[in-house]
């Protein structure tokens, strides 16, 4: 600030009161407002949390992260991933979940020259797991795998059908999705066509995995008494039911000593688990993509497990200022790690799999993030990989358009996958 300590200790009229003394009673009597000079005034960009946007970002925000691979005490990479990827699982409240649950096939088709699985799985706690496994109908042997992460959307009563399907006898709104995000596709079906295997999960509370209205007390059900999601109405109440449970959900993960990152990363894992365990799947060949709930999915599990050998995230990579200053009030609550901004920023999350192949696609319209930011991320993810000895192993794209993973998306992605798990 132009103006030192004393001179804002003069100006208040605070100047006499000394660190304890003077008159408490009075100034409490008369309490005095504080008008600063305007050459005391630090100039700021509007942004979600005003004047006290620039304070928070200057916490921890306005220099490298502790952690970050791009500080010149870091050389030894095996060292820094082993760590931060210790350190990422501790500040989630990492679950780590040892069970491998028994998979049942609930039925098997032949759709578009596909073999078409069904399956469910029990997990530890709420009710079972559904997920779909598709493959060419004629394949034989071993074939490279990508598990397929459906995206957010806001929309919690669908999971694995926003990006796979196993019939043309779709509901309009599963319809209405493919072609709002993916330019009428089911992606996953898509992929599985030139050559994979591709499991598709319902993620933690989406989907089967979804908290059910009838299973919470009624005072928190905002008044909904049918329950009949055949009704499209229904399912349209559901949803903004449950985007306002997201508060509710997070804030109580909190309390039970863990988060929101660890539950969807701890199932995403079991679902990598039953992908992997097949007998027709390659397991030194192994990836994984999704668009925005399933780019962060995607962040989160090819940042930290290392059984992912390429992984695609699309329409979701920013820096936490961005979060911080601009759009938090966009996002989910599955994104935030407490304390960590401290330490990586988010791309570097990601950049933990380094030197493995990695690719970011975005949209240049994205309303979810500033383009700056996404910029900005290119450049904190090309860095590391570079510093790595793996810049020929990242990629970076911007799409014209909205927020989506359409066509032309589509077959970079599946052109980068073809490269690293088919070469």
Not at 178 to 200: F, P, S, T
Request: with cysteine.
């Amino acid at each position: 600030m132009a103006a030192n300590r004393r001179d804002f200790i003069k100006y208040s009229g605070l100047a006499g009161l000394g660190m304890f003394g003077g008159d408490f009673g009075m100034l409490l009597a008369h309490p005095v407002h504080l008008e600063l000079p305007n050459d005391m005034q630090e100039p700021f960009e509007k942004n979600q949390l005003g004047p006290y946007g620039p304070w928070a970002k200057s916490l921890f925000l306005d220099e490298l992260p502790k952690m970050s691979f791009r500080r010149d005490t870091y050389t030894d990479l095996e060292a820094w991933k082993n760590t931060g990827v210790s350190l990422v699982k501790e500040r989630m409240g990492y679950l780590g979940l040892d069970t491998k649950p028994k998979v049942k096939v609930l039925r098997s088709v032949v759709f578009e020259g596909l073999l078409c699985e069904e399956i469910s799985y029990q997990l530890p706690y709420g009710n079972p797991t559904r997920a779909l496994i598709l493959k060419p109908e004629n394949a034989k042997g071993k074939l490279p795998a990508v598990l397929g992460l459906h995206c957010h959307g806001g929309n919690k009563f669908l999971g694995l059908d926003k990006i796979a399907k196993i019939g043309n006898d779709i509901p309009d709104y599963v319809q209405e999705h493919h072609q709002a995000y993916y330019e009428g596709k089911a992606w996953a079906n898509e992929l599985a066509k030139r050559g994979y295997v591709v499991m598709v999960n319902d993620a933690f509370a989406f989907g089967s995995r979804r908290v059910m209205l009838e299973d919470v007390p009624e005072e928190r059900r905002r008044g909904i008494v049918d329950f009949d999601m055949t009704k499209r109405t229904n399912i349209d109440a559901y949803n903004a039911w449950a985007s306002d449970h997201e508060h509710i959900m997070a804030r109580s993960l909190f309390s039970a000593g863990t988060s929101w990152p660890a539950v969807y990363l701890a199932e995403d894992q079991v679902a990598l688990d039953i992908l992997a365990d097949r007998a027709d799947v390659d397991t030194g060949r192994i990836g994984c993509a999704g668009l925005s709930g399933g780019g962060l999915r995607t962040v989160m599990l090819g940042g930290l497990d290392p059984r992912i050998s390429c992984a695609i995230s699309v329409g979701f990579m920013t820096t936490w200022a961005d979060f911080l200053l601009n759009k938090s009030h966009t996002h989910t609550w599955m994104t935030y790690i407490p304390l960590l901004p401290r330490e990586l920023d988010f791309p570097e999350i990601f950049a933990l799999r380094a030197p493995k192949p990695t690719m970011v696609l975005n949209d240049i319209e994205d309303n979810l993030f500033t383009l700056e930011e996404m910029k900005k991320t290119d450049r904190i993810l090309s860095d590391i990989f570079k510093k790595a000895d793996a810049a020929d192993r990242y990629k970076c794209s911007f799409h014209p358009g909205p927020h989506k993973f359409d066509l032309a998306m589509q077959q970079e992605a599946f052109e980068w996958f073809d490269r690293w798990l088919k070469g």
